[in-house]
């Protein structure tokens, strides 16, 4: 599950991380890819001595696909988002995959957190509401996850904005 409470909280700061989850690890991940390459190079023999030699070469490639397919998860697994919440500035950092990091400051006196459920198959969307301004965040959580944080984000924002006052 990915983490939603606060990381560090002091005198009016909070601060919340927000990873995508990832439900295998790395170790995980080679045992099952030893796993698959086992089995399918096990079958693969099995229908090379039956004749069929080119089927060989499908399990390859579907071990291959697999693989791959992992990796380009993995990659993506390494965004994240940050949102410091302080009496004077709420800063919301998402870092990309590739490193880039994009920064947007808003007024906390001044947002509003919506969780709002605007598609068709109930999902909802997170988003921080101020200054004419819109911040979707929290993309890759699941609804649950969304709902505990946009509640434990309500609640910093008022905590700052007590300390503001």
């Not at 990915?2 to 045992?31: W, Y």
């Not at 509003?112 to 109930?122: A, E, F, I, K, Q």
Request: with cysteine; glycine share 8%; aromatic share 10%.
């Amino acid at each position: 599950m990915t983490d939603s409470s606060p990381q560090k909280q002091s005198a009016g700061v909070t601060q919340f991380v927000l990873h995508p989850h990832r439900s295998l690890s790395l170790r995980g991940f080679f045992i099952l890819m030893a796993a698959l390459s086992a089995v399918s190079f096990v079958a693969g023999v099995v229908f090379c001595l039956m004749g069929a030699w080119p089927v060989m070469g499908f399990f390859g490639l579907d071990v291959a696909l697999i693989y791959w397919a992992f990796k380009v998860n993995y990659v993506a697994g390494r965004a994240y988002e940050t949102i410091d919440v302080t009496p004077d500035i709420l800063t919301l950092t998402r870092v990309l995959p590739d490193g880039t990091e994009e920064k947007a400051d808003v007024n906390p006196y001044w947002a509003r957190v919506s969780l709002t459920t605007d598609r068709p198959d109930g999902r909802t969307s997170l988003r921080i509401i101020a200054q004419g301004r819109e911040l979707l965040l929290g993309q890759f959580l699941t609804d649950d996850e969304r709902r505990d944080f946009a509640d434990a984000l309500r609640g910093a924002l008022q905590e700052a904005r007590v300390a503001h006052a």
